[in-house]
């Protein structure tokens, strides 16, 4: 079993900056693909952001891509999610995601966390 607990989410003006983090515990971490995804209201679950193992390869929804960056510290079991130039359409419920059996779809990943809100005004 894994456990996932995400923070940082916050309020912040628009092309402002937050910095997500994903602590994890329990087995099989270190050995899994990682992402965030996120959620607003009405909406469906998306897919923002994941990281492989070592961390060489990583992954973005094109509605982020340039402005998060996703990276993981196997010493702290940490995977973080800087989000830069935030615009109100980020508006969301943000989760943490691991143990995947492919990358984008959330469905595929077997642990989540509670999800850490992150709301950002104009």
């Known amino acids: 079993q894994v456990q996932l607990v995400e923070s940082g989410g916050g309020l912040v003006q628009a092309v402002g900056s937050l910095r997500l983090s994903c602590v994890a515990s329990?087995?099989?971490?270190?050995?899994?693909?990682m992402a965030w995804f996120r959620q607003a209201p009405g909406k469906e679950r998306e897919f923002v952001a994941a990281?492989?193992?070592?961390?060489?390869?990583?992954y973005y929804g094109d509605s982020v891509k340039g402005r998060f960056t996703i990276s993981r510290d196997h010493a702290k079991n940490t995977q973080y999610l800087q989000m830069n130039s935030l615009k109100p359409e980020d508006t969301a419920v943000y989760y943490c995601a691991a143990d995947s059996s492919g990358i984008y779809n959330y469905a595929q990943y077997h642990y989540w966390g509670q999800g850490t809100q992150v709301t950002v005004s104009s």
């Open positions: 329990g087995r099989t971490f270190s050995t899994s693909t």
């Open positions: 990281i492989s193992w070592g961390g060489g390869d990583t």
